[in-house]
């Protein structure tokens, strides 16, 4: 997969998330459910060697937000959490077998 549609995937998966915002105010619940969902994708994204950095700052973001008690922020940041830990889980996974069809010279 080239590097263009890499950029591509990462780019709709951001803007998905985005898109999926909550439209009702977010409670501790929430939170807690998207939270969850964002550390799984980031475990398994470690558990493949390709934990991005900034996966990390997000979920941290979020952790401070709900501490706050800003759910809806919170929320919004431990989705954005998931799809970059997903994208860096679908970059893994991809450039595991690509990397053998470039040409050695």
């Given at each position: 997969m080239s590097k263009a549609?890499?950029?591509?995937?990462?780019?709709s998966l951001?803007?998905?998330?985005?898109a999926t915002s909550v439209i009702a105010a977010s409670s501790e619940a929430d939170f807690k459910a998207a939270y969850a969902a964002a550390e799984a994708a980031n475990k398994e994204a470690g558990a493949l060697r390709n934990q991005w950095t900034t996966t990390?700052?997000?979920?941290?973001?979020?952790k401070k937000a709900a501490d706050k008690g800003d759910f809806d922020q919170a929320v919004a940041q431990s989705k954005e959490a998931e799809a970059l830990a997903k994208a860096s889980i679908y970059q893994a996974t991809s450039e595991k077998e690509?990397?053998?069809a470039?040409?050695?010279?």
């Open positions: 549609s890499m950029k591509l995937a990462l780019a951001l803007l998905i998330a985005g990390a700052q997000v979920l941290a973001d979020a690509a990397w053998k470039l040409e050695i010279h």
